[in-house]
């Protein structure tokens, strides 16, 4: 699985996309957006993700279950 | 933060729209931190007073920081920061408030490049402006790159410009030295409480290291940042002034507290402002009916402290991208588009000539009032009250009652006209003139002044003060502040020996709600 913004409530803060150990989190539109490539859910670096973590807006960077789980390669 | 101390507001999640998401990003005012401060201290105000002469150097052009300067010099603030790293219940980052978002006073999310541009072309067009703080949206030290690459980039062309930044003080202790590197000489720690257990009801959460923190925990961990970057400050010579927001039945009386607390550790200033707090602003606070305090709640608090250090009293809580004196707003000149087209010169000599002629303006203003207080020599009584002075700017009695978007408080005594606040009134005039309704908000906004001092008056309005136990006084138009308000309370008080009046004491006054942005 990744993560993904609810962009109806992003505010476009811009404090995600500084902690994203994966750089997965870009601007587009004024919005912000996570590429599903490249988040790891922070599995391997951080204990929780840490978009989620910093996001002033609750329940704004959720997990995206159209993905399959995120599988760390062993 | 705008309202308030640094910052401003973050939010409790719901829909909006994106339009609405986008203006509303750019828009989180901020504030507290960018008002400014004063020495205002004793009846001495305009002077250096009790500072050492050190500081006194470094403030005296700060609109912020001096009292006496702001009604001459300008700063501005350029929104580069939008990211925050703690959680404030009085922030909502999400919303602008419906009451403050009028068409054309938009905060603009700026580039380093582009705020460097902004403050060239507002730096050439109005030269009294001598200071550029960094305040938000959010919080400039959780976007160091951002908020150093701008200073980096105005200290390269315009080296008279000070720098200053306000921060919750978090990441503080990490950035001291690149903060001292820059040279920035003010900065400003929105420090609302030294104890976590009161911490707690005022920050849901803080993220620090990768990991967010709640309760006291988060409030523990945030104190002990901010007292420690407070020291290292102080250990460097940087100036640091403190900003403290009054929430009533949480912080209110601990602030004295707070005050010993910074004080001990070499803050050379510290203010306390209202909790602005509507629930259309969708704050925490906003929505659990959180008041703030009235005027003379505020007025006692900052009284107390004040035996302790030098408090301010003139900070406007502005907005984070305000351009202009304090109190007044240009920003929407300057917009993103017209600076990028515009060309800029900047010109040194021409902005030092120009700071040449405001200082003999001020000597001057200092000279009448203290001229005019050798008349109050011998007077014994122990009456004190308040007047509300209609102003412009250059401490002249120069604005029409009319157009006044706020008016300066001036406590009277015998010792003197002691500046100790303001009250925003940008609602009367676009409501038009003589209405009622915004009539009514001026006199609740200065209910506690025996008299209000302006330009110029209509007859209806003046009527109407009369009716509410205001005496409006126009005799003075265009002269000094000060020096007016020492022979109105010599007559005054003449007459009240005389018998001829009796004194009465006033209520209390209303502090008006939300960021000022009188743009209009
Ligand atoms: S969960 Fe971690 S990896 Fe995924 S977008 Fe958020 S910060 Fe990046
Ligand atoms: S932290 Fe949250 S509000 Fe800020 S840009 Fe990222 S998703 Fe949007
Ligand atoms: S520190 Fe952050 S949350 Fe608090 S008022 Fe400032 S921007 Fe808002």
């Known amino acids: ?74 | 933060m705008d309202a308030s101390t640094h910052h401003e507001q973050q939010s409790a999640g719901a829909n909006i729209n994106v339009e609405a998401v986008m203006q509303e990003v750019a828009e989180h005012k901020g504030c507290g931190t960018s008002g400014g401060s004063g020495k205002a201290s004793c009846g001495s105000a305009a002077g250096q007073g009790d500072l050492p002469t050190e500081i006194w150097e470094k403030v005296k052009n700060h609109p912020c920081y001096s009292e006496e300067a702001h009604h001459h010099y300008a700063r501005m603030h350029v929104a580069v920061a939008p990211a925050c790293n703690i959680q404030c219940n009085y922030c909502n980052r999400k919303y602008d408030c419906a009451n403050e978002s009028r068409p054309g006073v938009v905060s603009e999310k700026l580039t380093p490049e582009q705020a460097a541009k902004k403050v060239l072309a507002v730096a050439s067009t109005i030269p009294q402006m001598t200071v550029l703080g960094v305040a938000g949206p959010g919080d400039p030290l959780a976007n160091p790159e951002k908020t150093f690459k701008t200073f980096e980039l105005i200290a390269k062309t315009a080296p008279d410009i000070k720098l200053c930044l306000s921060t919750n003080g978090l990441a503080l202790p990490d950035h001291v030295d690149t903060i001292a590197a820059f040279n920035v000489d003010h900065v400003t720690i929105t420090i609302n409480m030294v104890d976590p257990e009161i911490g707690a009801k005022i920050y849901p959460w803080v993220f620090w290291k990768h990991k967010r923190y709640t309760g006291v925990e988060a409030a523990k961990l945030l104190t002990d940042r901010q007292l420690l970057g407070l020291e290292m400050l102080t250990e460097r010579g940087i100036l640091a002034k403190i900003n403290s927001v009054m929430i009533p039945g949480v912080n209110d009386k601990h602030l004295v507290e707070v005050n010993k607390a910074v004080k001990s550790r070499g803050a050379f200033l510290h203010n306390i402002m209202p909790l602005i707090s509507a629930p259309e602003h969708g704050t925490v606070f906003g929505l659990t009916g959180q008041r703030g305090p009235t005027a003379q709640e505020l007025k006692a608090l900052q009284d107390s402290c004040e035996g302790e250090m030098n408090m301010m009293r003139h900070c406007r809580q502005c907005r984070a991208d305000a351009v202009g004196l304090l109190g007044e707003d240009r920003s929407a000149e300057f917009t993103t588009d017209k600076i990028m087209a515009m060309e800029v010169d900047y010109d040194l000599d021409s902005r030092k000539a120009y700071q040449a002629k405001v200082e003999i303006e001020r000597v001057a203003k200092v000279a009448a009032k203290e001229e005019e207080l050798t008349t109050l020599a011998g007077e014994m009584s122990n009456i004190k009250l308040l007047i509300a002075v209609a102003t412009k700017g250059s401490g002249l009695i120069n604005e029409h009652f009319g157009h006044a978007k706020e008016f300066q408080v001036y406590e009277l005594s015998t010792s003197g006209a002691k500046f100790v606040g303001h009250r925003r009134v940008d609602l009367y005039c676009q409501g038009g003139y003589g209405e009622d309704e915004g009539l009514d908000t001026i006199i609740r906004a200065i209910n506690d002044c025996h008299a209000v001092f302006v330009a110029k008056i209509g007859g209806c309005p003046k009527a109407d003060l009369i009716k509410a136990g205001i005496e409006p006084v126009d005799q003075f138009a265009h002269e000094f502040i000060e020096k007016s308000a020492i022979a109105w309370f010599k007559t005054y008080l003449d007459k009240v020996n005389s018998g001829e009046l009796q004194h009465i004491e006033r209520g209390d006054a209303e502090i008006r709600q939300g960021a000022l942005i009188a743009a209009a």
């Open chain 1, 1 to 74: 699985m990744t993560l993904k913004i609810v962009a109806s409530q992003c505010t476009s803060c811009s404090a995600c996309e500084a902690e994203c150990p994966n750089v997965a989190i870009y601007e587009k539109g004024g919005t912000f957006i996570i590429n599903p490539k490249k988040c790891t859910e922070c599995i391997g670096h951080f204990d929780s993700p840490q978009c989620a973590a910093v996001c002033p807006v609750d329940d704004t960077c959720v997990i995206d279950t159209s993905y399959p789980r995120y599988q760390p390669r062993a």
